[in-house]
């Protein structure tokens, strides 16, 4: 008996750390077991040959909300091949209305709900003896599995019998999950891992009630026994992993967890892993913030869920949050200049209307984290959420990933609006390549918030959202804008700062050097903007620079640049005063920030 265990991800460096669990579970068996993964950008062809070419007698496929939709086609396309395939499915996107999913998708035979492991090694077991007819020595590794064990004795099961009838058996209980086996135990002999990113859980369960979120399920966290966590911490170190992001639905739930962790990653440090966790910013002790500071620039990235700012939003989602606490944390953290981080907003929430919203988004903004995601609310099958839609009045997609469309407070159109400041939060914010000339820019709006609502504008009159960009173009794209504000162009007034301030001309040059020196600080030029100032009549400054900065180095010529320029940029982008103070920038391409990838700077004055 083959049996297949399917994934299609969102993306090429994401893994499915699901499947690998599931094998190792069943590691007894895995002589009988292939794993694949693929993505989303797939063709569906592509996908049924990879099938086709294992023969599977048994196919299981891992099901979100991300690839739901590919799954359907491609099961009912295969069991058209391969009539007598059995196809399993699991994951949250099937859980939860099992028998309704399997009435209407008769490609499919059954679904594992909940926890799968242990119901997937009791399929597998099953599987064998229905092959070898009979327990005998042929199907020697299931010698544990009950004799006549049948699919109804498989707790977490939902399936579909001979006669096209659907059986619901009983629910399995929670697992230890200090007994599960690590999933990656062999990562040399999987060898499938470079260049992806490693998901990794030390708990399950979440202490939070958020409505949006199935965790919240689960009324509470179960952790993995930390001498465990170091012993497998420590493979993924020895095989010097680019990247483990921990799936832990709040990693510093527990003081004395997060710290052991994050202190074994200090000591252990090789100098390339990185480690990326969700917390709570407000739970962040003390002792933790203190243990943070020390860490390795680039070693450890910290994603916080701030969702909104709104006190009637955060109380009807069930979310408790201090928000002072998370300012003040997340500052600290700032102050390290060692961690990166990244706060999540999210749009479509009960009572949030787009007034609202945008408030969130300038109070999260202030905190300047290193990326500022803003989501749209998903109405996922299971949660408390969905139970809500009529009170508030939310419509969302009928089809994956089931994003907001409208709310009681939030009609389709100021959405609309939202999903293009969210386009250009993404390009211009989180990029993280506009780093001095955003800060000089915000200060002319009313708002940041503002500012990117009057970009949008820009962008959508001069069909700019419908372009495809080239790196280049998005640096002069934002200076035309600023040019645009200047010129008092009708339409943009409404968003200017309210203290008097205005886009002018001398404002513009000084906008066009800090975009400039963004420009340099990430890559030597191959072309230049069109508002960059000509460096010919510098060249023999440059050459003379050059050779007392390259002295006594091999050819460096190739990873230098240098800029001539006329204002204090560090003035203009820290407080936003023009002054004059003409110079020189060295901009050298051989060492990098980790946190951002900014090149090595040394000014010089003319």
Same mark, same amino acid.
């Given at each position: 008996?083959?049996?297949?265990?399917?994934?299609?991800?969102?993306?090429?460096?994401?893994?499915?750390?699901?499947?690998?669990?599931?094998?190792?579970?069943?590691? $007894?068996?895995?002589?009988?077991?292939?794993?694949?993964?693929?993505?989303?950008?797939?063709?569906?062809?592509?996908?049924?040959?990879?099938?086709?070419?294992?023969?599977?007698?048994?196919?299981?496929?891992?099901?979100?909300?991300?690839?739901?939709?590919?799954?359907?086609?491609?099961?009912?396309?295969?069991?058209?091949?391969? /009539?007598?395939?059995?196809?399993?499915?699991?994951?949250?996107?099937?859980?939860?209305?099992?028998?309704?999913?399997?009435?209407?998708?008769?490609?499919?035979?059954?679904?594992?709900?909940?926890?799968?492991?242990?119901?997937?090694?009791?399929?597998?077991?099953?599987?064998?003896?229905?092959?070898?007819?009979?327990?005998?020595? @042929?199907?020697?590794?299931?010698?544990?599995?009950?004799?006549?064990?049948?699919?109804?004795?498989?707790?977490?099961?939902?399936?579909?019998?001979? $006669? +096209?009838?659907?059986?619901?058996?009983?629910?399995?209980?929670?697992?230890?999950?200090?007994?599960?086996?690590?999933?990656?135990?062999?990562?040399?002999?999987?060898?499938?891992?470079?260049?992806?990113?490693?998901?990794?859980?030390?708990?399950? +369960?979440?202490?939070?009630?958020?409505?949006?979120?199935?965790?919240?399920?689960?009324?509470?966290?179960?952790?993995?026994?930390?001498?465990?966590?170091?012993?497998?911490?420590?493979?993924?170190?020895?095989?010097?992993?680019?990247?483990?992001?921990?799936?832990?639905? *709040?990693?510093?739930?527990?003081?004395?967890?997060?710290?052991?962790?994050?202190?074994?990653?200090?000591?252990?440090?090789?100098?390339?892993?990185?480690?990326?966790?969700?917390?709570?910013? $407000?739970?962040?002790?003390?002792?933790?913030?203190?243990?943070?500071?020390?860490?390795?620039?680039?070693?450890?990235?910290?994603?916080?869920?701030?969702?909104?700012?709104?006190?009637?939003?955060?109380?009807?989602?069930?979310?408790?949050?201090?928000?002072?606490?998370?300012?003040?944390?997340?500052?600290?953290?700032?102050?390290?200049?060692?961690?990166?981080?990244?706060?999540?907003?999210?749009?479509?929430? /009960?009572?949030?209307?787009?007034?609202?919203?945008?408030?969130?988004?300038?109070?999260?903004?202030?905190?300047? /984290?290193?990326?500022?995601?803003?989501?749209?609310?998903?109405?996922?099958?299971?949660?408390?959420?969905?139970?809500?839609?009529?009170?508030?009045?939310?419509?969302?997609?009928?089809?994956?990933?089931?994003?907001?469309?409208?709310?009681?407070?939030?009609?389709?159109?100021?959405?609309?609006?939202?999903?293009?400041?969210?386009?250009?939060?993404?390009?211009?914010?989180?990029?993280?390549?506009?780093?001095?000339?955003?800060?000089?820019?915000?200060?002319?709006?009313?708002?940041?918030?503002?500012?990117?609502?009057?970009?949008?504008?820009?962008?959508?009159?001069? +069909?700019?959202?419908?372009?495809?960009?080239?790196?280049?173009?998005?640096?002069?794209?934002?200076?035309?804008?600023?040019?645009?504000?200047?010129?008092?162009?009708?339409?943009?007034?409404?968003?200017?700062?309210?203290? +008097?301030?205005?886009?002018?001309? *001398?404002?513009?040059?000084?906008?066009? @050097?800090?975009?400039?020196?963004?420009?340099?600080?990430?890559?030597?030029?191959?072309?230049? /903007?069109?508002?960059?100032?000509?460096?010919?009549?510098?060249?023999?400054?440059?050459?003379?620079?050059?050779?007392?900065?390259?002295?006594?180095?091999?050819?460096?010529?190739?990873?230098?640049?240098?800029?001539?320029?006329?204002?204090?940029?560090?003035?203009?982008?820290? *407080?936003?005063?023009?002054?004059?103070?003409?110079?020189?920038?060295?901009?050298?391409?051989?060492?990098?920030?980790?946190?951002?990838?900014?090149?090595?700077?040394?000014?010089?004055?003319?």
């Amino acid at each position: 008996m083959k049996l297949l265990l399917l994934a299609i991800n969102a993306k090429y460096i994401h893994t499915n750390p699901a499947l690998y669990a599931l094998r190792q579970y069943a590691r $007894d068996y895995a002589e009988h077991i292939v794993l694949r993964e693929y993505t989303i950008n797939h063709e569906p062809d592509a996908i049924l040959k990879g099938i086709y070419e294992v023969h599977p007698q048994v196919l299981c496929v891992s099901c979100y909300i991300w690839n739901i939709r590919m799954v359907r086609e491609i099961i009912a396309d295969y069991r058209k091949i391969d /009539p007598s395939v059995v196809i399993y499915l699991g994951g949250p996107e099937v859980s939860y209305d099992a028998r309704d999913f399997l009435l209407t998708n008769p490609a499919a035979d059954g679904i594992l709900v909940g926890e799968g492991d242990a119901t997937f090694r009791e399929l597998v077991e099953y599987h064998l003896m229905q092959e070898a007819g009979q327990r005998t020595q @042929e199907c020697r590794a299931v010698q544990q599995a009950p004799a006549g064990m049948s699919r109804e004795d498989i707790r977490g099961l939902v399936f579909r019998r001979e $006669d +096209g009838t659907i059986c619901e058996n009983e629910l399995r209980e929670l697992l230890d999950f200090a007994a599960l086996p690590f999933p990656y135990a062999d990562m040399k002999a999987l060898g499938a891992f470079e260049h992806k990113i490693i998901y990794y859980e030390t708990s399950r +369960g979440c202490p939070f009630s958020c409505c949006y979120c199935l965790s919240s399920v689960e009324k509470r966290v179960r952790f993995r026994a930390l001498e465990l966590v170091r012993q497998e911490l420590q493979i993924f170190l020895d095989n010097r992993v680019a990247q483990v992001k921990f799936v832990d639905r *709040t990693f510093n739930c527990n003081e004395q967890h997060a710290l052991a962790i994050w202190q074994y990653i200090k000591e252990h440090d090789n100098g390339v892993t990185n480690f990326h966790f969700e917390i709570a910013a $407000d739970l962040l002790t003390q002792r933790e913030m203190e243990l943070l500071r020390t860490m390795r620039p680039g070693l450890v990235q910290l994603e916080i869920g701030i969702q909104s700012t709104n006190p009637q939003t955060i109380e009807a989602i069930h979310r408790r949050m201090d928000l002072d606490k998370v300012r003040a944390a997340v500052a600290a953290v700032r102050e390290g200049r060692n961690i990166h981080q990244h706060l999540d907003l999210i749009a479509g929430l /009960p009572y949030e209307d787009y007034t609202s919203f945008a408030r969130s988004f300038n109070e999260v903004y202030a905190m300047r /984290p290193d990326q500022l995601q803003l989501g749209f609310l998903k109405v996922l099958k299971g949660s408390a959420m969905h139970e809500m839609t009529a009170e508030h009045e939310i419509q969302y997609k009928e089809e994956p990933p089931y994003e907001v469309l409208s709310t009681k407070y939030l009609p389709y159109a100021e959405v609309l609006r939202l999903k293009e400041v969210e386009e250009l939060t993404e390009v211009y914010y989180n990029s993280g390549q506009f780093l001095c000339s955003l800060p000089f820019l915000e200060r002319y709006f009313a708002s940041p918030f503002a500012m990117y609502e009057a970009l949008a504008a820009y962008y959508r009159s001069n +069909g700019l959202f419908e372009v495809k960009h080239s790196r280049l173009a998005r640096y002069e794209s934002l200076y035309r804008f600023a040019e645009e504000c200047a010129n008092g162009t009708a339409g943009h007034e409404v968003w200017m700062s309210e203290d +008097g301030r205005r886009l002018d001309e *001398t404002a513009c040059r000084v906008l066009a @050097e800090l975009l400039m020196f963004d420009f340099c600080s990430r890559e030597k030029p191959k072309s230049r /903007p069109f508002f960059a100032e000509s460096q010919d009549a510098y060249r023999e400054q440059w050459r003379q620079y050059r050779r007392s900065y390259s002295e006594g180095m091999q050819d460096v010529s190739g990873q230098l640049a240098m800029e001539h320029f006329y204002y204090d940029l560090q003035k203009a982008s820290e *407080t936003g005063e023009i002054e004059e103070k003409e110079g020189f920038v060295i901009f050298d391409y051989r060492e990098r920030e980790p946190l951002h990838g900014i090149c090595r700077i040394s000014r010089k004055e003319a």
